[in-house]
């Protein structure tokens, strides 16, 4: 089952008891930072993109680029451009299944010549059976400075399928990613492609105590090790988790051999890891999770957690999200100069539907904003931050027409 439907059903889940919570939340919200300015840069109609699920990039001028994993001239996904004053330019709409993949969920990366890299979470071999139908397991795709796109790999589910994370690139070329399904236990791999486009299989998960379903990104600390998260597997004594377990912190080295640097318990530990980790100076990662933490919230399954594993793998909950604050975070979060990390909820704050927010190394968490509908709704993505301190982000849905926003908040 695709990623936005799986989301979809846990945040219906989580919404039953939203209504009961709402009130409460608009009493005890504590008030918003008044020293930034929130401005909606372009709401998605659907012929021009919709649902922008995943993170932007910026290039040396400003300039934000993105995907919508729906919308555009075929309503199966685009890549855009838009310019910060507003205006969008959609530089390739995805066209079918075993052409150029479709559904582009997650956001893009950029080699050193300008190319844009990302991947298609189905589309691509046709051959490739989801659900019953031939629409593909997805793909790895480059969109050229040009603007001509080509698939660089289609996943046939033997060695992965639905790809939903980022790509991460080496001083080589080589791409790294994860597919959250698919593999020799259809549990979810671990990837590397060369430049030449061979393929291999670094890791195939198997549902047990190496984890599962892997939607992460990678990130890759000083010795070239891969870093990521699986959403399910690991422990599996925790019923919250529902007999899947709660998700696995793993370091793979780029041959192939999987240590896990920590497996989540649930409860106030946190459970059900959906984003990637980044890494600081120091080698410390920090990452969330979509449930979990305080017990209290969303009948006991918790609103999720931000954690920090030190380099020593000893792991501390820096926050537990209450619902007012935001809840259920599935995006990987930003640190800047300072230490402080910037993350977004896809649920939760004064209005039910999300937040933007800051946590200071002081353990501080300010909401920078609550999402009403409007201005966006429902932002699965994670926050970029250009050199004057700006943030940018999407948000899945809401906005002027109910297909999702591009946003800036500036101080």
Do not use: W
Not at 37 to 60: Q, R, Y
Not at 116 to 128: I, R, Y
Not at 172 to 186: Q, W
Request: charged share 10%.
């Amino acid at each position: 089952m695709p990623v936005r439907t799986r989301v979809k059903s846990l945040l219906g889940k989580i919404n039953r008891s939203a209504a009961v919570v709402l009130a409460i939340a608009i009493a005890l919200c504590s008030p918003l930072l008044s020293a930034q300015t929130f401005t909606v840069l372009h709401s998605f109609t659907g012929a021009n993109g919709a649902s922008p699920d995943g993170g932007l990039s910026l290039d040396a001028v400003g300039t934000l680029y993105g995907t919508t994993s729906s919308g555009g001239s075929h309503n199966l996904g685009t890549i855009f451009k838009l310019k910060t004053t507003g205006t969008e330019t959609v530089l390739h709409s995805f066209s079918g299944y075993a052409s150029d993949g479709f559904g582009p969920f997650a956001g893009l990366i950029r080699d050193g010549v300008g190319n844009f890299l990302g991947t298609t979470f189905e589309g691509g071999n046709g051959l490739c059976g989801l659900r019953g139908l031939p629409v593909g397991c997805g793909t790895v795709f480059k969109l050229d400075t040009t603007g001509h796109e080509s698939v660089l790999y289609s996943f046939h589910g033997a060695n992965g399928a639905i790809p939903e994370a980022a790509l991460v690139r080496d001083s080589s070329g080589n791409l790294y990613g994860t597919t959250s399904s698919g593999g020799t236990h259809g549990d979810g791999t671990v990837f590397k492609l060369t430049p030449s486009g061979t393929k291999t299989v670094l890791h195939n998960f198997t549902f047990g105590a190496d984890g599962a379903l892997p939607h992460s990104v990678l990130v890759r600390d000083g010795s070239g090790n891969l870093i990521g998260a699986t959403y399910e597997g690991g422990y599996f004594n925790n019923s919250l988790c529902a007999g899947s377990g709660c998700g696995v912190i793993f370091k793979m080295t780029t041959t192939g051999s999987e240590t896990v640097l920590h497996r989540f318990t649930g409860g106030a530990d946190g459970a059900l890891p959906y984003a990637g980790l980044i890494r600081d100076g120091s080698g410390n990662l920090y990452g969330t999770t979509v449930q979990g933490g305080n017990t209290t919230c969303d009948a006991g399954y918790g609103c999720g957690t931000v954690f920090k594993l030190d380099s020593l793998g000893k792991k501390t909950v820096l926050h537990r999200f209450n619902r007012t604050d935001g809840a259920n975070p599935y995006a990987v979060l930003l640190r800047d100069g300072s230490g402080n990390l910037y993350g977004t909820t896809s649920q939760g704050g004064a209005h039910s539907k999300g937040t933007v927010f800051r946590l200071a190394p002081t353990g501080k968490l300010t909401v920078l904003h609550s999402f009403s509908g409007p201005d966006g709704a429902t932002p699965l993505a994670g926050l970029i931050r250009n050199v004057a301190g700006t943030l940018y982000g999407t948000a899945s849905t809401g906005g002027a027409h109910g297909r999702g926003t591009v946003y800036r908040i500036s101080f």
